[in-house]
């Protein structure tokens, strides 16, 4: 088994193709449905389905994390909006801000919830699956968390406060040439 750095940088690599894929596959999806439909509200109204039960888990883990770190939560929104600048917004969560630390928890909530909902699916032997049918559906379920794992900028406003505490961390890790078994 390779040593606990190279698996980390080999996660940190394979984090960050799946952010690019989903990203260059929502941008191709909106450019498709848009020359299908011609129809701006069809095809926003088209995302908004099929990313659904990824931007549910996605509010869903934001509000949990914000109850969790007791911080009120003012509204909660898991259907689409089209905004003012005629965009599309699947969802949100205010809540109430009370200290940078807190602020970058909840954003990256959704990131730590995918993590999860995928080491579940392998804990289980839930997928691949002998039914087809269940294959489809966990399939489909991988596609929409995994596009929406991803915090958005508006998630990782306070990372700024973050980013010098994780290089003091890793750091620390390197200096001291701490190692850490997981077993």
Not at 72 to 79: M, P, S
Not at 132 to 160: A, C, E, P, Q
């Amino acid at each position: 088994m390779p040593p606990i750095q190279i698996q980390l940088l080999l996660f940190i690599a394979q984090i960050l193709l799946l952010y690019l894929i989903t990203q260059a596959t929502l941008r191709r999806l909106f450019v498709y449905l848009s020359s299908l439909t011609k129809s701006k509200k069809l095809m926003y109204a088209l995302i908004s389905v099929i990313y659904f039960p990824g931007t549910l888990l996605h509010e869903v883990a934001h509000f949990t994390m914000a109850i969790i770190l007791l911080l009120r939560v003012k509204e909660i929104q898991i259907f689409p909006k089209i905004t003012e600048d005629n965009t599309l917004k699947l969802g949100h969560v205010l809540f109430e801000k009370k200290g940078a630390i807190r602020g970058v928890l909840v954003g990256i909530a959704p990131f730590f919830l995918g993590i999860t909902f995928f080491l579940s699916l392998a804990y289980f032997k839930l997928f691949p699956n002998p039914s087809l049918l269940m294959n489809i559906l966990f399939g489909y379920l991988i596609f929409t968390v995994s596009s929406t794992m991803f915090s958005s900028k508006k998630d990782l406003i306070d990372i700024l406060y973050a980013i010098p505490l994780a290089i003091m961390i890793i750091g620390i890790v390197y200096i001291f040439d701490l190692t850490f078994v997981f077993e």
